[in-house]
């Protein structure tokens, strides 16, 4: 798959015209996915390369106070074994005075050398989100191209979407979010050198945190799986949070997993901890034995679950 970032001074690459599908695709849930699909199965029907337009990886800029569900590279992986071939990411704060016209025109029709925009039922864009999907048909149409709507995606009666995948990971509810994703929310990220408490107490954890913007799961203790670098894959128990029973409410947050029936050294490797089911809430014990007692029964109580591969 080929990525190019699109600048205001890029100039038309030659080429097949492309199936653009529009949208920052936060997540790559099940609702983008069937955009995705689209895609992919109009541009193999017309001879076109299928392509995504998309932002870049600050979703800040995009969206204030929204935290990332996946980060630039994930979202690139899952765009690729979607089956897009070329990635247009685009700077927002660069885009963000053109009018929808402009941009279909300029960015679109010009740079991206879409024939056929597919785009979700709520997508908006142009300078200050004035254009919305049946503008950009009309607008496409003017052009002598074409564009597609997508209808919502639905799990029971709620609409898939990425805010509502962020409302059931801050409630602590990560199999919806699973059911929404398409696949297990999860944390990647390098094992950074712990504490050492757990060692002594035959409990040993691997640190990690999470990425400044994005999004943290609701604060406690999960069943969990974690994905190893050989892609083996081993039940484990997180807790999200501060470990309030040795550093009170102003410890560092992070996520500390202890792998069940592991115990190889991990530091410094990049592993993927998927986040299966909440257990209970982060509690502050009175005596650190207290509180590695109740390790041992989150352990107990995570290899009586059983989790879907």
């Known amino acids: ?10 100039t038309p690459e030659q080429g097949m015209g492309t199936v653009t599908a529009l949208g920052f695709f936060d997540g790559v ?16 029907a017309r001879g076109l390369v299928p392509a995504v337009f998309t932002f870049s990886d600050d979703v800040r800029s995009v969206k204030p106070g929204a935290s990332r569900l996946t980060d630039f590279e994930s979202k690139l992986r899952l ?5 897009i071939e070329l990635v247009y990411a685009a700077d927002f704060s660069a885009l963000s005075s053109y009018p929808p016209e402009t941009f279909v025109r300029e960015v679109l029709v010009s740079l991206c050398r879409t024939e056929l925009a597919v785009c979700g039922f709520n997508f908006r864009f142009g300078r200050g989100a004035s254009g919305d999907a049946e503008q950009l048909r009309r607008l496409m149409r003017e052009l002598g191209r074409k564009a597609r709507i997508i209808d919502p995606a639905y799990l029971g009666d709620r609409v898939i979407s990425s805010s509502a995948i962020r409302l059931a990971l801050e409630s602590g509810e990560p199999e919806l979010a699973a059911a929404m994703l398409g696949r297990p929310f999860s944390l990647t990220a390098p094992v950074l050198r712990g504490r050492g ?3 002594t107490e035959g409990v040993p954890t691997i ?6 913007s994005g999004i943290v799961p609701k604060s ?7 994905i190893l670098e050989d892609g083996r894959a081993v039940q484990g128990v997180s807790n999200v949070g501060v470990c309030p029973t040795f550093f009170g409410e102003s410890g560092d947050l ?10 190889k050294d991990l530091y410094g490797k990049t592993l993927s901890v998927q986040f299966c089911k909440y257990l209970r809430s982060e509690k502050k014990f009175k005596t650190v034995d207290e509180l590695y007692e109740q390790i041992r029964c989150d352990v ?3 290899r009586e679950i059983k989790i879907n591969p």
């Open 1 to 10: 798959m080929r990525l190019i970032r699109l600048t205001p001074d890029a």
């Open 29 to 44: 849930h099940l609702g983008h996915r069937r955009l995705l699909e689209a895609a992919v199965t109009e541009a193999a």
């Open 79 to 83: 765009l690729e074994e979607a089956g």
């Open 197 to 199: 408490f757990g060692h």
């Open 207 to 212: 640190n990690q945190v999470f990425c400044t």
């Open 220 to 226: 406690g203790v999960y069943a969990s799986r974690v």
């Open 254 to 263: 992070r996520c500390e997993t202890h792998l069940i029936d592991y115990e």
């Open 300 to 302: 107990k109580a995570a």
